[in-house]
């Protein structure tokens, strides 16, 4: 069975923490000039800018698959923002209510 996104994800973001961290400390950013909600998709492009403009670091080849499961990891781990990302259903979630 091929590899599913949340799965390919899961193991990006474990050889790429510091997407997450840019992805955190961006987002948190937004929240202190006052956003009770933002786009999880302009946080990614902010990385990106960040990553291929202002640093002269590595630049990373971010699929735009990643960006819910950023959103999602986020709110999970500050519950406090819970919401601050609109989600949505994603295709993993509809096979597994499908199938239970």
């Not at 400390?25 to 946080?43: C, N, R």
């Not at 291929?52 to 519950?79: C, H, I, Q, W």
């Amino acid at each position: 069975m091929a590899e599913d996104i949340k799965q390919h994800w899961w193991r990006w973001h474990h050889d790429n923490p510091e997407v997450y961290e840019l992805f955190k400390q961006f987002t948190q950013d937004v929240i202190d000039k006052g956003h009770e909600s933002y786009s999880s998709k302009a946080i990614f492009e902010r990385i990106r800018w960040h990553t291929d403009v202002e640093t002269d670091g590595e630049t990373f080849k971010m699929s735009n698959n990643y960006t819910p499961y950023y959103a999602r990891l986020f709110m999970y781990e500050f519950p406090k923002h819970q919401g601050f990302f609109r989600t949505q259903i994603l295709t993993e979630e509809k096979k597994y209510d499908e199938a239970s």
